[in-house]
């Protein structure tokens, strides 16, 4: 069974930092494209970042060269290093593999940007 278990949201002022976790559980990590994903209100779910086995990343333009993706295969962990922080990235945001499979999805970790 698929465990994927988000942590570190909380809330920040615009301009500042967080980082997220994601431990996963129940896939073959080392070898799963992963991904983090955020869902704002009032908004569709939406991919922002993805890594693959061996750390290349993407971005979505909307975070690229604010945020940060990466893995450490020994402990099934994605991170996601938030910079620069815009009310706008207030989310919910999760992590899965890419493409995303529905029955994976987690409680998510909410991120809250606000002065």
């Known amino acids: 069974q698929v465990h994927l278990a988000e942590s570190g949201g909380g809330l920040v002022q615009p301009g500042g930092s967080l980082g997220l976790s994601c431990v996963a559980s129940?896939?073959?990590?080392?070898?799963?494209?992963m991904a983090w994903y955020r869902q704002a209100p009032g908004k569709e779910r939406e991919r922002i970042a993805f890594i693959g086995p061996s750390a290349t990343a993407s971005y979505a333009g909307s975070v690229k060269g604010r945020f940060t993706i990466s893995r450490d295969n020994m402990k099934n962990t994605v991170h996601l290093q938030m910079a620069m922080l815009k009310t706008e990235d207030t989310a919910l945001y999760y992590c899965?593999?890419?493409?995303?499979?529905?029955?994976?999805w987690g409680l998510g970790a909410q991120v809250t940007v606000s002065p």
């Open positions: 129940g896939i073959d990590f080392s070898k799963s494209i």
């Open positions: 899965n593999t890419f493409p995303a499979k529905e029955e994976n």
